[in-house]
């Protein structure tokens, strides 16, 4: 429907009505100047706009593909979506509440529009998803790791409410599906990663389908993730990972691999810096990306959310980096030897150990620091220098009470 039938539709139509008064005059305008453009290339004489050339739009193809526009056009099946398709679309897809949102989310998952999402219908969308992100050979088992974290009934069927619990446990999935029909697709962005030259792109364990995993649970745009320590070139040292990340401002991801083949970690908000106590705040989160992908946000039940000591002697404060859980019963620890480590069900983020075992042996650990947009802020004077320079002003008070070692 072209823009001079849309006042007309308005009186007979009121989703469409309902759905023009979701938006502004100028975001109204803004429609009606896409719908004209796609329309155009439809060669429709302003009247729709086709199937190939929405594709073209959303950079949608195959059945995932044609199921949006099925949706769009409100299931018509005369593959023309008019101008108050699309405004009923967006002002549900976009404007909606979470409820609408997801539930048109949930519609969309049923690319064999038979009135039940499946197993294979979710493979099918993640395999049109990772050949719209990733286009190419990948390097991750990428369907895999994604469809394993929903649970299906004995039928094979996903629920809705195992679908949200899916969503949750997957924003990045969330936020691609929920921005198809937006200019800009945030979904679709992958940070770029920038390694060490001294460090073999193969044994980089934060792959690109990885990153935009842990991508998805943060709010900032993704530009630039820097390698800071890697333990096979810099060593299994404590004291190497915290002078390497030390003069670098930002959030950290923290990923390990451990001898049973599994790979997870933590983002921490806040830097690695010495402290006696938990410290942090709700920006920070676990993540599981091998065999299964995961991110576990903050419950809210404490804020027990980072962890970081070194050269205490006290048992109580176990020397290493943590996330979550409590004192020796940590969501994800590290001792300060880099050899060792273990990982509890955990209250803080709501996750299970994300390894086999609890006890963990890493293998390989990585660094790295999030490069966010915008000018650095620059540390006060009472916190600059390097992590272990700041650690060394604190021995004075340290020996008064008891708590460090001896020895340097």
């Known amino acids: 429907m072209g823009n001079s039938e849309s006042s007309s539709a308005s009186s007979s139509d009121p989703r469409f009505n309902s759905a023009c008064r ?11 100047s896409l719908f004209a453009s796609l329309a155009a290339k439809s060669q429709s004489n302003g009247q729709y706009i086709s199937p190939a050339v929405f594709k073209e739009y959303t950079g ?3 059945p995932l593909g044609e199921r949006l526009f099925g949706l769009v056009t409100q299931k018509q099946n005369d593959q023309k979506l008019t101008f108050q398709d ?10 909606g509440t979470k409820d609408d949102i997801e539930e048109f989310i949930f519609q969309l998952l049923d690319v064999n529009s038979d009135g039940v999402v499946t197993r294979s219908d979710l493979e099918s969308a ?8 990733f286009p190419g050979p990948g390097s991750v088992e990428f369907v895999e790791i994604l469809l394993t974290v929903a649970t299906f009934e004995r039928d094979d069927s996903l629920s809705f409410d195992d679908f949200r619990k899916w969503c949750n446990l997957l924003p990045s999935v969330r936020k691609f599906l929920g921005s198809l029909l937006m200019p800009s ?8 990663l920038i390694c060490l030259e001294s460090v073999d792109p193969n044994l980089v364990l934060l792959k690109r389908e990885y990153a935009w995993v842990i991508g998805g649970a943060l709010s900032h745009e993704l530009d630039e993730w820097k390698l800071l320590y890697h333990s096979a070139v810099h060593g299994q040292s404590f004291n190497t990972f915290l002078g390497k990340i030390s003069n670098n401002e930002g959030p950290t991801v923290l990923v390990i691999k451990d001898r049973e083949g599994h790979i997870y970690g933590g983002y921490a908000s806040q830097p690695w810096e010495k402290h006696g106590d938990f410290y942090g705040d709700l920006k920070s989160f676990l993540f599981r990306l091998y065999p299964k992908a995961s991110i576990f946000r903050p419950t809210g039940a404490n804020h027990n959310l980072q962890w970081c000591a070194v050269n205490f002697s006290s048992d109580s404060i176990p020397n290493g980096i943590a996330f979550g859980g409590r004192v020796n019963h940590f969501g994800l620890f590290v001792s300060a030897n880099f050899d060792k480590g273990h990982t509890f069900e955990c209250t803080t983020f709501g996750s299970p150990p994300l390894s086999r075992s609890s006890n963990i042996q890493p293998e390989v650990i990585e660094c790295w620091v999030v490069l966010q947009k915008g000018p650095q802020q620059e540390m006060p ?5 390097t992590v272990l320079e700041r650690f060394k002003e604190d021995r004075h008070m340290l020996n008064m009470v008891g708590l460090a070692n001896s020895s340097e």
Do not use: R
């Open 381 to 385: 004077e009472s916190v600059k220098g």
């Open 185 to 192: 697709n945030s979904g679709s962005q992958v940070p770029k």
């Open 126 to 133: 993640l395999a049109t998803m990772q050949s719209c992100i």
């Open 22 to 32: 979701a938006f502004t005059h100028t975001e109204l305008e803004d429609l009606k």
């Open 60 to 62: 949608i193809e195959g």
């Open 86 to 95: 699309l405004v009923v679309a967006k002002g549900t897809y976009e404007k």
